[in-house]
């Protein structure tokens, strides 16, 4: 696996607990337009499904990414296929979807156009380490393909991204 990537593909965690938690547009709008350049030079992109997940609830995040420069990525032959690969290569990995919430339906299609792209994945889940879960995690999964993951913090700085703070 190489070091640094080319793409990246975005999970809806990432998105999500940005606008929630850290890099509120209030306070880090360089974040978002940063966010918005790199979908302009697709250097980032997200799945559609993480697209549906997200804007499914109508708020500001949901407003932003809609008028963003994003690219969506449309599941093609080429990515059911990688993702039949996936879970054809541990069974384990349909566990990846919670059926009894009705969330995480995108995850298991994170991993399948990163692959698919040849993408790096960014996600805010972390490896299950215990060695008697039946749950996994996109990072698992990713470790099991040979596919590259980070969080957002170490996409930051692999792209050596910069804000600017200012008193207004």
């Known amino acids: 696996m190489s070091t640094k990537a080319n793409k990246y593909c975005f999970d809806a965690n990432v998105l999500i607990q940005a606008w929630q938690k850290y890099y509120n547009p209030k306070f880090c709008p360089d974040y978002w337009k940063i966010l918005t350049e790199l979908g302009k030079s697709e250097k980032i992109f997200i799945p559609e499904l993480v697209y549906e997940e997200i804007i499914r609830t109508e708020d500001d995040l949901s407003k932003w ?3 963003s420069k994003i690219p969506l990525k449309k599941i093609s ?15 384990i990995h349909k566990n990846l979807v919670d059926n009894t919430k009705a969330r995480s339906l995108a995850d298991p299609w994170v991993i399948a ?8 994945v ?4 972390e490896k299950v380490t215990a060695l008697n879960s039946t749950r996994i995690k996109i990072p698992n999964v990713c470790d099991n393909m040979g596919i590259r993951w980070i969080n957002d913090f170490q996409f930051i700085d692999e792209l050596d991204i910069k ?3 200012s008193l207004t």
């Open 65 to 67: 990414l809609k008028g």
């Open 77 to 91: 032959e080429g990515v059911t296929a990688c993702l039949q690969e996936i879970y054809a290569a541990n069974p």
């Open 113 to 120: 156009h990163a692959l698919h792209e040849n993408a790096s």
């Open 122 to 125: 960014v996600t805010k889940e």
């Open 163 to 165: 804000f600017q703070c």
